[in-house]
């Protein structure tokens, strides 16, 4: 499955129909996050059968971000179950992620 987009009004039903979710909160004027974009993609392509990618654009869908105490992007958010089981800050090594993700497959 490709890297879906998340929005404040599709966020909660992402959460629901998924049993992983990493969401990307990110920002059209953030360089490090237009450098983690097409990592997230790769990793999407790769564990596309365990994993959905949602990309959270919080200039246009501020709510969600405030709501997870957003306080920089990137900021990953890692869902299981419809909880919130882990979160990283910035950019990090495709492998690195995906050992992160593993964790919780």
Not at 4 to 11: F, L, V
Not at 51 to 78: C, M, Q, W
Not at 85 to 95: A, I, R
Request: proline residues 4%; aromatic residues 10%; hydrophobic residues 40%.
């Amino acid at each position: 499955m490709a890297v879906i987009k998340s929005t404040d009004e599709t966020y909660e039903d992402i959460i629901k129909k998924n049993k992983l979710v990493l969401f990307d909160f990110f920002a059209t004027w953030c360089a490090p996050c237009s450098a983690l974009s097409p990592t997230l993609d790769s990793i999407s392509e790769k564990m596309k059968d365990q994993l959905v990618i949602a990309k959270h654009d919080i200039d246009e869908d501020p709510n969600f971000a405030t709501l997870s105490s957003v306080r920089g992007v990137p900021s990953l958010y890692l869902y299981k179950d419809g909880k919130l089981v882990s979160q990283k800050v910035g950019t990090h090594l495709e492998s690195n992620l995906i050992s992160w993700i593993k964790e919780y497959l």
